[in-house]
Structure formats: C-alpha cells, structure tokens
C-alpha cells in the first residue's frame, strides 16, 4: 500500500492544473456492493457468502461528500419461492437497514435488484411477475422519498420489447403501491450501456411515468470491451466519447440520465479518461444528473475499482477526483474530510423533477479546521485526515486502519 503515494501526487498536481469548477451535479455517489455476492451459493449464508454494506464506509463517502449510494441485492434472497412469493424476513429487514442508514444520513439509497432480467438464471419473461416483485418492494419503501428504484441491474441478451415491457411492469407497480414521489431509475438492454444506448434501447423512450420521476440509468466502462473488467483505458478520451451518442439521444428525446456504474484503474490515462467523461457530463448537465463509482463495499479486497474506504485502491486514487463532482462542491479537490450541521444541509438535495440539472446550492463541504462528524473517520493507518471528533464524540479504534467518531 506503499506504492499509492506515487500516483496520489501524481493525480493531485495534474487535479490542480485543471480549472476548477463548481459542480453541477443533482447526484454523486458510489454503489455499495456486498449483498449481491455469491452468487454461486443461494441464498449463501451472511457473513459468509455476502455482506451488508457497512455504515462506517458509507459515512467516510458521504461525508467525502456523495448524496447517493447504490445497494445491490439479489432477488432470489429477497424473494426465495418465486416473483409472486413473499419476502425473506431477514434480508428484507436488512436491505431495509442499509436503505435507512443512507437515507437517514441524508443521502439517496438506489435499490438495485442485482439480476440482470433474470431470476435462478432464467430470464424473467413475466411483466406480471415481475410487477408482483416490485410491489413487494415497493411497498417497503412509500414513505421514504430518498429511496430510489432502479428496475433492474444490466439487462442484456433479452428481447428488446420484453426490455420496454418490463420496466413498464416495474414503473406501474411501483406507483400503484403509493410510492409516487420516489425517482425511478430505469436500465436498458445490452447491460444498460450508455456508448450503445442510442442504437440499442431507443424504444425506451416510451416508458410512461405518472409521476413524471423517471430517470434513465445507464452505465458505462472504458476498457477496450466496455466490460470494466481491466484497469487499462482506450485512450485518454475515451469517456467523453463513449457517452456523447447517448447524450444526444437523450436531448433529443427530452430525457434525463445518471451515469448507475462507472470506472476506470489507477493510473494517468484512465484518470484522464474518467475526468473527461465527467466533465462532458457537467456541461451536458441538461441531461445528465450524475454518477455513482462502481463500486465499494467492504469486500473488495485490493480489486482494481474499489472505492472501499481507506485502503480500497480507488479510494486511494480516485477519491480526491470525484469529490470535485459532489453535489455542492466548488469544483476545488480536498482530502479534509469534515464537518457538522451545515454540510448536512448543503447535500440533502431535494429537488424536483423540473428543476434537477440545475446547479445546486454551491456550499463548502469541508473546511481546513475541520473536526470530524459523528460517525466519521478520525484515525487509522495512513489516515491524514483530522483526528478530533466534534464535541460529544469520541476517536474509537474500530481496526487498525479504521478510527471512528462514536
Ligand atoms: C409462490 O410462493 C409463495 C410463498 O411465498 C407460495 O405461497 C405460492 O404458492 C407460490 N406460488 C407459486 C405459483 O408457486
Ligand atoms: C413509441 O411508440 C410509438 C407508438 O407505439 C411508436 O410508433 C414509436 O416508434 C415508439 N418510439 C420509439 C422510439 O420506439
Ligand atoms: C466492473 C464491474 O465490476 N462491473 C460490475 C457492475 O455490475 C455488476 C456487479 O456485480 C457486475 O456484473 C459488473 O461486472
């Protein structure tokens, strides 16, 4: 973990050199990865086969400044019998505790089903099944306006109609159990691509919302395949690129879009990459209402895109980067994570669908005299960051390279 300090200069003298700018951004955050594991073994065992998110990780984010976590689950865990059968109490009430830690921070908490269109590997063909399934979920979560639902994790090899009719199913049913002021977020075929998306998914326009909250989630890797399965980038340009076609069709077809999954490895073209893609973004802020990193989550290991705090190898790379494009941010890169009361404020967004791609309040998320919040990081191995709580709070050894304010 030595070895990261290098790139950490490298990616802080050429952050500097950029114009700053103040982010535009409705949505910047992170999936949260861990529920969704082994999916070899159904319905596996917690702890051993998958893992909640935990709130520490989630807290050092969004205190890094992200207002938006994605949870990825399975539906065979969360509906074991079939699409029409009840929840599994457990992992119900604990996709429900991780949504509730997110939202109660003040963020958004994106309910990913984690299946790619399909359930025990077949793919899902019944619109009413599959409404059936949002239903149970849905109604969950009515009262909970920052919780969003996204239909559906990649899609891909299915019927382009099936793709359409699908999230219709969702979109109806999840408004008709009363949760009607939620956004939905919903993915496209061909694993929900933004640089395929024009060519792929144009029916997609007409997916009807009664509550007009439909956001569009695409995703988008810049490996040579698009499969974000290498740490090595096209070209220092190939983010930009890979999303102007989408960006296009989304203007022309007056609709909105965040970006569900993005990535890039650690190193300078990738970095460059990465940068380009989210600044076409911001000035494209007409349509796009932001990102979320693929991915973190406590189990990552040293994988090449984990944003895991404080030794995923993204966090140690990427992190300065992306606070640039959080909600709020002045556009200028801090490493000091901070504070009380009014960051809170500044990054609990809510905004309505007339008015998302408009610039959110531009407030300051962190200050050089920083005490750290409740609930955040103070200490660790290699930690830099501010080591005092604020007042009533106590820096307590969680591990060896985790401190938290409890
Ligand atoms: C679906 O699962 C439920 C249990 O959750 C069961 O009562 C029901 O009979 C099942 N339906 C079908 C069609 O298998
Ligand atoms: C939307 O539906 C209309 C009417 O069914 C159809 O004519 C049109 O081609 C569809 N739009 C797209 C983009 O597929
Ligand atoms: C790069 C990466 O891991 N992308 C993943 C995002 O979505 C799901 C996560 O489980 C994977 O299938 C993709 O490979």
New binding site residues.
């Given amino acids: 973990m030595k070895l990261f300090l290098l790139p950490l200069l490298l990616s802080q003298a050429w952050a500097l050199s950029r114009a700053k700018r103040s982010s535009s951004f409705l949505w910047f955050g992170s999936?949260e990865?861990g529920a969704?594991?082994g999916?070899t073994n159904i319905p596996g065992v917690l702890g051993t086969d998958y893992i909640w998110p935990d709130t520490a990780g989630i807290t050092t984010l969004y205190n890094a400044g992200m207002n938006i976590f994605r949870v990825?689950f399975l539906m065979e865990r969360l509906v074991p019998t079939n699409l029409t059968g009840a929840a599994d109490a457990t992992y119900m009430a604990d996709l429900k505790a991780t949504v509730e830690t997110i939202t109660d921070l003040g963020a958004y908490a994106v309910v990913d089903p984690?299946n790619?269109g399909r359930y025990y590997g077949n793919i899902i063909t019944s619109t009413s099944d599959f409404a059936a399934f949002w239903t149970t979920v849905a109604s969950e979560f009515t009262t909970n306006d920052r919780v969003i639902f996204d239909t559906n994790?990649?899609y891909h090899d299915m019927t382009q109609s099936l793709v359409l009719s699908l999230n219709q199913a969702a979109i109806t049913a999840i408004r008709a159990t009363g949760a009607t002021t939620q956004y939905i977020f919903a993915e496209g075929n061909s694993?929900s691509g933004a640089w395929t998306w024009s060519t792929t998914n144009t029916d997609l326009a007409n997916l009807t919302d009664p509550s007009n909250k439909l956001i569009y989630e695409m995703?988008q890797?810049l490996d040579s395949d698009g499969?974000?399965?290498s740490s090595t980038c096209v070209s220092s340009t190939i983010g930009a690129e890979r999303i102007s076609t989408a960006t296009t069709w989304l203007r022309e077809n007056g609709k909105l879009a965040v970006l569900g999954?993005f990535?890039g490895g650690a190193n300078d073209v990738c970095q460059e990459a990465v940068t380009g893609m989210l600044d076409a973004m911001e000035d494209s802020s007409d349509v796009w209402l932001g990102g979320m990193w693929?991915?973190a989550g406590p189990w990552w290991g040293d994988?090449?895109?984990s944003l895991e705090p404080t030794d995923g190898t993204a966090y140690d790379y990427y992190l300065e980067l992306l606070e640039e494009y959080t909600p709020g941010s002045s556009g200028a890169s801090t490493s000091a994570v901070s504070a009380t009361g009014t960051a809170s404020a500044s990054k609990t967004t809510s905004t309505t669908i007339s008015t998302v791609g408009v610039s959110t309040t531009a407030t300051a998320t962190a200050t050089s005299t920083a005490v750290a919040a409740p609930y955040a990081q103070c200490g660790g191995e290699g930690w830099t960051g501010v080591t005092t709580c604020v007042s009533g709070y106590t820096c307590t050894e969680m591990n060896e390279w985790y401190w938290q304010c409890t």
């Fill in positions: 999936n990865s969704e594991f999916q990825p984690h790619f994790n990649e694993y995703h890797y499969s974000g399965t999954e990535a693929w991915s994988y090449i895109f």
